[in-house]
């Protein structure tokens, strides 16, 4: 076979899987949480209606899977307190409880709610932040992921990311044994996952808007790879690219204007950008004897970072977003794909090939060091979390695709999936405003 069949097979073997999966995602956390700080979440009280969501939970459970904090189990706490008044800080002080959050969920109508929340630090006996809100009832469970946000602000200096969404692609089995692909959206947690296009052709490489407010995706509905990108609130979508040949691996620009995408309208897969208000295409790479893909945008907006073949192997490379020399980015190992960058663009994840097997790793971009983070040898398309401290990627259990989270560090690990279906294709959104 000649070299360019070969990165042919390559590109297409990373877009083209069957998958099976459907359903809320249910997050373990299987390592990590050593020294996580304890804090004690006490069960909110309840006044007049009661609420149809269980908020102090909901932030538990967030505070917990970060890995980062570890709740007092219930049966530990020594009262239930739900305002300063009624606090013993020397009590709480004997279960070595370094926060202590307490609250109330008030409604009269059960439409709407009221909630307020105090978080003290237990040894200064003092205030470290508390809130109150009115919200429907259909906000309530948001309302909880943004407190748990600021709690975990306060107390790690570090934004917070219960608030954000996650973006995946799942394959519904039907009656007949054929599949119907699914795009889905689900809140951090796995909760409340909703389906925002189904098709019997494949679904790829979501990628969320600046905004949070579009996806765009490589859809094979009409009998070839094409982009579209979705308004999230209305389910309006356009298709932005359906050029002859390939049409792959959208990435947002950090403005929300642009779109880098890899097409092999020319003959050969090269960069693009896509200007969305105009229309107006832009070639990036001119390499014909290489496969270049998976762009993303630094933050800076000035440059991009993608895959490419072009020294024989799969590797990482960086290139002006006006085009000009590309200049290579990773150098250990011999396999290097699906860059992801951090928000402030020190730190760049990729799946990393090391013996035939792939993990997940992440590269000092200042330093060039490389640590590898993820263990099973079956792990690809790494998603940064939008603070940067967690990294969302796809892998295997018991033959099984599942999505899984690793902390920068390697320390954390998390695992997300649902009993005998898979899930594949994950992306973080941005922080919801």
């Known amino acids: 076979m000649t070299k360019r069949w070969l990165a042919a097979i390559w590109l297409l073997s990373m877009m083209v899987v069957p998958w099976q999966a459907h359903a809320e995602l249910i997050i373990e956390i299987t390592g990590g949480t050593e020294a996580a700080l304890p804090i004690a979440v006490v069960p909110f009280g309840s006044e007049g209606i009661a609420a149809p969501e269980d908020i102090s939970a909901v932030i538990s459970n967030d505070l917990a899977r970060s890995g980062r904090f570890a709740p007092l189990p219930k049966q530990d706490l020594i009262s239930q307190p739900h305002e300063k008044e009624e606090i013993n800080f020397r009590d709480w002080r004997l279960l070595r409880s370094e926060g202590l ?18 978080l003290f630090d237990v040894y200064n006996a003092q205030q470290l932040v508390g809130k109150r809100y009115q919200v429907p009832a259909s906000g309530l469970r948001r309302l909880a992921h943004q407190i748990a946000d600021q709690i975990y602000q306060t107390l790690t200096g570090e934004m917070g990311v219960f608030s954000t969404r996650l973006a995946f692609v ?16 689900s809140d951090s947690d796995g909760a409340n996952p909703r389906t925002v296009l189904q098709s019997k052709q494949p679904i790829l490489s979501p990628n969320w808007s600046p905004d949070g407010e579009r996806l765009t995706y490589v859809s094979f509905e009409n009998g070839k790879a094409e982009v579209f990108v979705q308004e999230m609130s209305s ?17 947002w620009s950090p403005d929300g204007t642009r779109l880098a995408l890899t097409l092999s309208k020319s003959g050969n897969p090269e960069i693009y950008i896509l200007e969305l208000a105009t229309g107006k295409l832009s070639r990036v790479t001119h390499n014909s004897q290489a496969i270049d893909t998976e762009a993303v945008w630094m933050p800076n907006g000035r440059e991009l970072l993608f895959t490419s073949d072009r020294g024989g192997r799969p590797q990482i490379y960086k290139v002006s977003a006006e085009g000009g020399r590309a200049k290579r980015v990773s150098f250990e190992g011999s396999y290097n794909a699906s860059p992801d960058i951090s928000s402030d663009g020190h730190f760049m ?6 013996n035939g097997k792939f993990y997940i790793a992440v590269q000092d971009l200042d330093t060039g060091a490389v640590q590898i983070l993820t263990e099973t040898g079956r792990d690809e398309s790494p998603s940064f979390a939008p603070n940067g ?18 902390s920068v560090d390697g320390r954390i690990h998390q695992r997300l999936g ?16």
Do not use: C
């Not at 959050?101 to 105090?118: I, R």
């Not at 994840?349 to 090391?354: N, S």
């Open 170 to 185: 799942t394959a519904i089995a039907n009656a007949d044994g054929k599949k119907r692909f699914a795009l889905q959206v």
């Open 235 to 251: 389910g309006r979508r356009d298709s932005v690219a359906a050029f002859k040949g390939l049409n792959s691996a959208p990435a």
């Open 349 to 354: 994840t990729m799946t990393h090939g090391l």
């Open 418 to 433: 649902e009993s005998g279906t898979e899930v594949r294709e994950p992306a973080w959104s941005p922080i919801r405003k």
């Open 389 to 406: 401290r967690m990294i969302l990627y796809a892998t295997e259990q018991q033959g099984k695709g599942v999505l899984a989270a690793v």
């Open 101 to 118: 959050l307490v609250g109330k969920v008030s409604s009269v109508d059960g439409e709407t709610y009221q909630v307020q929340f105090q």
